[in-house]
């Protein structure tokens, strides 16, 4: 006798992580995608903005009605804008959906940080208390058989991978840490705006944000919670002209001198059967391309000998680890599935 499906409502499905949530959904052997949602498309059938989505069950856009889309779902992912989610979540909660949020209105416990660094005002305390922060291989624990789930920043994701298990252990000094991170312009969103236009991208690489990107205190957050104190990091974004990736190029000073061979073997050792996260032989360092499509973070490391200060390379595909595939981990871990279902693609190279 077959199981029924978990069936899925995914809230701001016309925007890339969306779309990235019902390609990956549709290979999911235990979950349909029952009703896709957008408030400003409802009606249209979701092929009119993206033909290549020609043969989902759920064809045509429904509203955000929290009652209709309970009738219809089980799970919904809110891949919604800053300050959308924060009113959406608690209706969709109520009535009786398990949720997924995809934006960054429930990641930082302290809510006077989300109103510093995100330019809102915050949601309730109650409500962020209530949702449980899914960094899938560190804390994948806290997710199991939770009903509200935080999905973790893209960068987030990269840096706090390459550096979680290094601040555990003691190896590197937190107040030394450096993050150097890159993106493609997928990062940005559907929308139209001048920083994504392809005059201002092609053939140009620039920084933004610097000291000001909203992921830096969620990236201390979690460091923080490795070192058993606050951690302060610089975390300096760069836009570059690719679709897809994150490289973080992250520099720390060691506590005591160890070789990169000892950093490949203790986080060798940290992620064991942890699918996702792949740790490259000493001497070998990824690149963007070697997780496209997949959801995948690599990780590589090299120590400098003359300054004593490791770096640590990590990649991941922004749109699939830093964010759909990441809630769909979570959604496994919530279930009591194996975290792989329906993510266990080899990347596209070239």
């Known amino acids: 006798m077959n199981t029924p499906k978990l069936r899925a409502a995914i809230v701001g499905s016309t925007g890339y992580g969306g779309v990235e949530l019902i390609r990956l959904l549709a290979s999911h052997p235990y979950v349909d995608v029952t009703s896709v949602i957008s408030s400003s498309s409802a009606g249209s059938p979701i092929a009119e903005g993206f033909p290549h989505l020609t043969e989902i069950r759920a064809d045509k856009l429904d509203d955000v009605d929290p009652a209709l889309v309970s009738e219809k779902a089980d799970v919904v992912f809110l891949a919604t804008p800053h300050g959308v989610s924060m009113k959406l979540a608690p209706q969709y909660l109520e009535a009786g959906l398990k949720v997924i949020d995809l934006s960054g209105d429930f990641r930082l416990k302290n809510i006077e940080e989300y109103r510093q660094w995100y330019k809102h005002e915050p949601a309730s305390q109650a409500d ?12 994948g624990d806290e997710v199991e058989g939770q009903s509200f789930i935080s999905n973790p920043g893209c960068f987030v994701t990269s840096a706090v991978l390459a550096l979680y298990p290094a ?14 991170a890159k993106t493609g312009v997928s990062g940005a969103g559907r929308g139209l705006n001048l920083s994504s236009h392809f005059s201002e991208i092609n053939e140009n690489f620039k920084a933004y944000k610097i000291n000001k990107h909203q992921h830096t205190p969620e990236i201390e957050q979690s460091l923080a919670r490795a070192a058993g104190r606050p951690v302060a990091v610089t975390f300096t974004t760069h836009l570059v002209p690719m679709t897809r990736g994150i490289m973080s190029t992250i520099y720390a000073s060691q506590q005591e001198r160890r070789s990169a061979a000892d950093f490949v073997e203790l986080y060798r050792q940290f992620y064991e059967g942890r699918k996702f996260v792949r740790i490259r032989p000493n001497g070998q360092w990824p690149a963007t391309k070697e997780v496209w499509g997949s959801n995948y973070c690599d990780i590589g490391f090299n120590v400098d000998e003359r300054t004593g200060r490791v770096t640590v390379i990590s990649v991941i595909d922004n749109l699939v680890k830093g964010a759909a595939g990441q809630a769909i981990q979570n959604l496994n ?7 792989t279902l329906g993510l266990q693609f080899t990347p596209v190279y070239p």
């Open 128 to 139: 962020v208390d209530r949702a449980v922060y899914g960094m899938c291989e560190i804390f």
């Open 167 to 180: 601040v555990k252990a003691g190896w590197i000094d937190p107040d030394s840490i450096i993050i150097d």
């Open 333 to 339: 871990l919530v279930m009591g599935w194996d975290e």
